[in-house]
């Protein structure tokens, strides 16, 4: 070939080179615009009431998570945890493979690293912590810490405020890593049990959109406890054996028969419902997206509605990405759901997905979601934590994070910005609690690869009560229920609602203007049941104080 010939070759490729190159800069730029414009956009009517929105002051919290994004999951744990009984919650963050865990305290307005205070193990730097919850594992008055990590799992014991490691023998496949964690008595026998979900390893994942390859993904874990600190897996005689990356499950009582169930997120799947047949066996229940295509990830866990029933939020991919891109590998694209996800619960495992009526449906790629109560009105508020820390697009524009404040025909309004709450790092879950104790609940962004935020309500004219639980076996699971002269309200002592997090175990209800509670009732899943009438209001109500004042008036009367 002539050198003549070669420079016009050679400029031919580097036309097609630069056009290949336009063509890609216009994906791109494309993805970005769909991004971007969906982050910014209106989706619905959302004019809401000024005294409806509440109002923060962001306050010191010194933890930047650090995430090695080759060798560990996009998700950062963390736990709110009552050490030392009392009452104020302090906050458990896990560390990064090359980031020690730490616990910090709120003092003096700000939070405060007390890791050393509370003698917190040190994790070393060739883990990574993926999940945890809090719960009384040896029945002493003092709540735990149960963590995950590559290596499987461990419980903090609490004696008195300092903690000791106690290593798990954790069955586990080789291709498994420990996601997020939730606990309860499935079996009624005074300890707690532990479901782990588990996410495929990195170094064996082959894409984030596969849906259809039933074999592609990891296998979740239900650990029975034999009360002696061992922990064995029922998982394929409990029904609940299967292959799938899931990063997140809950334990709670669905309908209302003192057996707890299991709500499971499957990545790149579906929402699993199972019915606790009360045999140490589950039963899958249809609901809304079985046999469907999603990317559920986070749980929110309340009842919305107020009508006495767990309903349940799922985060998803939402409108932000193209559906063609988001749908990966699905071949009947009907099949596929990209929106947030809302199940209200109609009784009897029967649930109708209303996340469209309710003004939820249609917003961004989201993880971690909460529902707690955070005007004092009587209504379920929502937070979703936004912002996927792998995603190209969110390197440079970053989603707010959603603060969703309930109106009172049931929809949901953003508040973030007139809240004070916009969250410009990769977030992962909120943490609710009453830090300073003024009644009304706080606020803490948790966030991977960037720093945690936190938050202080600046309260309003609200009234509240708060039910202190133990937090042993017992009482996982129990459902409360308070009635005023205007409503009824119930929540219920979950673990792991969030994402690979858990919430506070002190259950907070807001009471609007009404100045009495008639009646509080604690319903356990052993069929006992605790009832105070004309609690006082504004204060924090201590079921077991409650009942010993009670076992103590009826000495007197029988004297």
């Known amino acids: 070939m ?12 580097k036309k097609i080179f630069k056009i290949i190159g336009v063509i890609l800069l216009a994906l791109i730029a494309v993805v970005i615009y769909f991004f971007w414009n969906d982050a910014v956009s209106d989706k619905y009517d959302i004019t809401i009431s000024e005294d ?10 010194d933890f930047a998570h650090q995430y090695n994004g080759d060798k560990s999951l996009p998700i950062a744990p963390s736990a709110l945890i009552d050490i030392d009984n009392d009452n104020v919650d302090e906050v458990f963050f896990g560390g990064g493979m090359n980031q020690e865990d730490a616990i910090l305290a709120f003092r003096n307005n700000k939070f405060v690293n007390i890791s050393s205070e509370v003698n917190l193990p040190k994790k070393g730097t060739e883990t990574t912590s993926t999940g945890v919850v809090s719960a009384d594992f040896d029945n002493n008055g003092f709540t735990d810490l149960l963590l995950s990590r590559e290596d499987g799992l461990r419980i903090y014991y609490n004696f008195d405020g300092k903690f000791t490691e106690k290593v798990i023998d954790t069955p586990m496949n080789e291709k498994s890593i420990p996601a997020g964690l939730t606990v309860a008595d499935i079996d009624k026998d005074g300890d707690l049990d532990i479901f782990m979900s ?3 390893k990195k170094n064996l994942m082959e894409g984030q959109t596969i849906f259809e390859d039933k074999t592609y993904g990891s296998t979740s874990e239900l650990l029975l406890n034999d009360g002696h600190e061992n922990f064995t897996s029922i998982t394929k005689q409990s029904g609940l054996e299967y292959v799938h990356n899931t990063f997140m499950a809950v334990f709670v009582d669905i309908d209302n028969d003192t057996n707890i169930d299991l709500v499971v997120a499957h990545d790149t ?14 039963t899958m229940k249809e609901n809304p997206t079985t046999n469907k295509f999603a ?9 919305y509605n107020n009508d006495g029933l767990v309903d349940f939020m799922f985060s998803n991919t939402g409108s932000t990405l193209p559906r063609a891109l988001a749908k990966g590998d699905i071949k009947d694209a009907s099949k596929f759901n990209e929106k947030w996800i809302l199940l209200r619960n109609d009784g009897h495992f029967k649930f109708t997905d209303v996340a469209a009526e309710t003004k ?25 934590a936004e912002n996927y820390v792998d995603l190209a697009p969110n390197k440079i524009f970053r989603l707010k994070s959603r603060f969703l404040v309930q109106k009172e025909d049931g929809t949901f309004a953003p508040t973030e910005a007139e809240s004070g709450v916009v969250n410009p790092h990769f977030g992962i879950t909120a943490l609710v609690s009453d830090f ?13 690869d960037t720093p945690s935020l936190a938050y202080i309500n600046k309260g309003g004219v609200n009234n509240f009560i708060q039910i202190d639980l133990e937090d042993s076996a017992k009482d ?7 009635t005023t002269a205007t409503k009824t309200i119930t929540e219920w002592l979950v673990t792991g609602e969030g994402l690979a997090s858990d919430q506070t175990a002190l259950l907070h209800f807001g009471l609007g203007q009404d100045t009495e509670v008639k009646k509080v009732l604690v319903q356990y899943l052993n069929g006992k049941t605790d009832e105070v009438i004309n609690p006082k209001i504004n204060t924090i109500l201590n079921i077991k104080s409650e009942r010993e004042k009670l076992k103590i008036k009826d000495s007197i009367n029988l004297n």
């Open 2 to 13: 002539s050198s003549k010939n070669k420079k016009n070759v050679t400029s031919v490729f």
């Open 52 to 61: 409806k929105i509440p109002s923060f002051s962001q306050v010191e919290l």
């Open 198 to 200: 588990t996410y495929l």
């Open 269 to 282: 799947g579906e929402v699993r419902t199972y019915k606790n047949n009360g045999n140490l066996t589950f």
């Open 295 to 303: 990317y559920p990830m986070g749980i929110a866990v309340g009842d």
């Open 360 to 384: 939820i449906a249609d917003y961004e790629f989201s993880w971690g979601c909460t529902f707690s109560d955070m005007n004092n009105d009587g209504l379920q508020d929502l937070m979703v």
């Open 436 to 448: 300073n104790k003024d009644g009304y609940l706080d606020m803490i962004w948790t966030n991977i």
């Open 476 to 482: 996982q699971g129990a459902k409360v229920t308070i």
